[in-house]
């Protein structure tokens, strides 16, 4: 459950980060945020590649480091994905936001483009 939550919070955050270059300088602190998330997946993955090296070399030892332990490789994966998760979702609904009014504008840029070829087309020429 956690890698395939790791997997899919990871491709979120590029796809977010990609998508909101089509904003330009209003895409920025989106893509920051997504850039962020990524981060904390990646600082996940690399905790618990960590625990996980830890645990193999502490095969002889009767108590393992508490980094190495199946608690607390689940806790941090949990702690981490929420805190990704929670920075994705603001850059997607920021996205989001950025993207209706983006074609907000695109459609008023549109209906003015057609009343103006509409009014030239009816005015009569000298």
Do not use: C
Request: no cysteine.
């Amino acid at each position: 459950m956690g890698g395939a939550q790791w997997i899919a919070g990871t491709t979120l955050a590029l796809v977010i980060a990609r998508r909101s270059r089509v904003f330009g300088g209003a895409g920025g602190a989106p893509r920051r945020i997504a850039w962020l998330a990524l981060l904390v997946f990646l600082i996940a993955g690399v905790a618990v590649l960590v625990s996980l090296i830890a645990e193999r070399r502490a095969d002889a030892a009767l108590i393992l480091p508490e980094h190495a332990t199946s608690a607390w490789r689940t806790r941090t994966v949990e702690i981490l994905s929420l805190v990704g998760w929670l920075l994705a979702t603001v850059a997607a609904l920021w996205n989001g936001v950025l993207g209706v009014s983006l074609r907000r504008r695109t459609a008023i840029q549109e209906l003015k483009r057609r009343t103006d070829r509409v009014r030239d087309y009816r005015t009569p020429r000298p």
